[in-house]
């Protein structure tokens, strides 16, 4: 089974490839990531919020059923367009408070609390696609 199932993702109207989309789910517990919340220390959620939209693609490729997930996945894809990774949203903003239900959703549906259990790798006897981390 191959591990990242697409070649390209397309989130918030914009084409990342596999290596984009790492170097931006790596930056979310980075405090010296590359947006301007980043810089002053403070967690930028838009980061936060495309991990869990990438992790959501993923396991949808993957073959994971998705009739619980679909339209969190496109509301999530449109919160990204117009919050894009590296935005500099934080907790505080109103662009979060918009967000918070999708990324609990979604983060839900990537542990396996939904309708579809987590697709685990059979090495690591875990979910493949929570926390998605470079090297997978």
């Known amino acids: 089974r191959n591990i990242w199932p697409l070649s390209e993702l397309f989130l918030g109207q914009k084409r990342y490839t596999k290596e984009e989309a790492l170097a931006w789910m790596n930056q979310a517990g980075d405090p010296q990531g590359v947006s301007e919340a980043s810089a002053a220390g403070v967690a930028d959620v838009s980061i936060t919020v495309f991990g869990a939209t990438v992790a959501g693609q993923l396991n949808v490729a993957a073959g994971n059923i998705a009739s619980c997930v679909e339209q969190t996945l496109s509301a999530a894809d449109e919160w990204l ?3 894009p990774a590296g935005s500099g949203v934080i907790e505080t903003d109103a662009a979060w408070q918009e967000a918070v239900a999708l990324y609990d959703a979604l983060d839900a549906y990537n542990s396996g609390e939904l309708c579809a259990p987590p697709v685990v790798d059979p090495a690591a006897s875990a979910p493949l696609f ?6 997978q």
């Open 81 to 83: 367009a117009a919050n």
């Open 130 to 135: 929570l926390p998605l981390l470079a090297g």
